[in-house]
């Protein structure tokens, strides 16, 4: 299958401050990128959809200045939490699909990213 | 809306002994349905989808599921269990008409297999 990778993998962080997450598709265009958040025990609760080129798609109760997504590339998508706090906690996974597919199209995932806000 | 629930949040069975993981979707047809497994600490990794050719689906590692439209349902089995195949498993639902729509994740089930 396609090869999603999510980097880093594992990052911890003061409070206040901003990380940035990394998703590439390394053997495919991901026209279409998706940011998922998953608590302990849980399942994924998807943040955004966001296409290359276009502003992202946020889901409801997500905030958007909170949690910045850049699509610039057709490889490349960011998810930046800004001034993360303790409850920004958790398990962030990428999803990219290829565009303009039938639906049945698989997602492929990233490894994941381990916040620890501090 | 398009949503999948699955029954049982934790199953546990015997090394050897049938695997059965329940999903049910609500959705307008067509439905587009897929099952991923999740190990620790790790990314999700696609078992099997259905794509409307056959009813009967068979996926990695020994795994299949079956699309049941009159039961709304698209359960995935295993014949005999290994202990590796202890994850969490998570049925999907794509909403949408093209792979630009975004894909919703059922609550997901642990599998745990018993030696």
């Known amino acids: 299958g396609a090869v999603v990778s999510q980097h880093p993998s594992r990052v911890i962080c003061k409070s206040g401050t901003s990380v940035k997450i990394e998703c590439r598709s390394l053997d495919f265009q991901a026209t279409t990128m998706f940011w998922y958040r998953q608590f302990p025990k849980q399942s994924l609760m998807l943040m955004a959809t966001s296409n290359e080129g276009s502003k992202a798609t946020y889901e409801q109760g997500v905030e958007k200045d909170k949690f910045l997504i850049n699509h610039a590339s057709l490889t490349l998508s960011t998810l930046t939490v800004t001034s993360a706090h303790p409850e920004d906690s958790s398990f962030y996974i990428c999803?990219?699909?290829?565009?303009?597919?039938?639906?049945?199209?698989?997602?492929?995932f990233g490894q994941g990213t381990r916040l620890t806000v501090v | 809306a398009q949503s999948v629930t699955q029954l049982g949040s934790h199953v546990s069975v015997s090394e050897g002994a049938l695997v059965l993981l329940r999903c049910n979707y609500s959705?307008?047809?067509?439905?587009?349905l897929f099952w991923y497994v999740q190990y620790p600490n790790q990314g999700l990794q696609l078992l099997l989808k259905y794509t409307s050719a056959a009813t009967l689906v068979k996926g990695i590692n020994g795994f299949e599921a079956e699309f049941k439209k009159s039961e709304t349902s698209f359960h995935l089995t295993k014949p005999s269990a290994h202990m590796s195949d202890a994850a969490e498993y998570f049925c999907a639902v794509t909403k949408g008409g093209t792979s630009y729509d975004k894909v919703i994740f059922g609550p997901g089930t642990s599998l745990s297999v018993i030696p």
């Open positions: 959705s307008s047809v067509p439905p587009y």
């Open positions: 999803s990219a699909r290829a565009g303009g597919l039938p639906a049945n199209t698989e997602a492929f």
